[in-house]
């Protein structure tokens, strides 16, 4: 697994969403399993559940930051799940989602390249 991050811009700053061993951990403690929330994100009939979405999103934008802060010596701290919440409204809750889903998939592609 090697995370791939994607991005997203909101009022001049850019947001890295990252899918890593971090983020699937706080996923399965929260939701009991990666798939039970994808279901809850992505189900087969009817809207998301929000509550999960942003969760997901909150994860992976707050671990993009702690990966930046260790990168670059940075001190920024976490977005609250209600901060998270607005950003997602002003950019636009599918745009997001696509991003978030191909953050999942290109992170976890390799994977299955390396069985």
């Given at each position: 697994?090697?995370?791939?991050?994607?991005?997203?811009?909101y009022?001049?700053?850019?947001?890295?969403?990252?899918?890593?061993?971090?983020?699937?951990?706080?996923?399965?403690?929260?939701?009991?399993?990666?798939?039970?929330?994808?279901?809850?994100?992505?189900?087969?009939?009817?809207?998301?559940?929000?509550?999960?979405?942003?969760?997901?999103?909150?994860?992976?934008?707050?671990?993009?930051?702690?990966?930046?802060?260790?990168?670059?010596?940075?001190d920024?701290?976490?977005?609250?799940?209600?901060?998270?919440?607005?950003?997602?409204t002003?950019?636009?809750?599918?745009?997001?989602?696509?991003?978030?889903?191909?953050?999942?998939?290109?992170s976890?592609?390799?994977?299955?390249?390396?069985?």
């Amino acid at each position: 697994m090697k995370s791939k991050l994607q991005e997203i811009e909101y009022k001049d700053k850019t947001y890295k969403l990252a899918f890593d061993l971090n983020v699937m951990e706080a996923i399965q403690d929260e939701y009991g399993s990666i798939e039970a929330w994808g279901k809850l994100v992505e189900p087969e009939e009817g809207e998301p559940n929000i509550k999960a979405l942003v969760f997901g999103a909150t994860q992976m934008i707050n671990e993009g930051i702690e990966i930046s802060n260790d990168e670059d010596g940075t001190d920024e701290k976490p977005l609250s799940h209600r901060k998270v919440a607005r950003i997602l409204t002003e950019v636009g809750l599918e745009s997001v989602a696509d991003k978030m889903q191909k953050s999942v998939i290109d992170s976890t592609a390799d994977d299955s390249k390396n069985a």
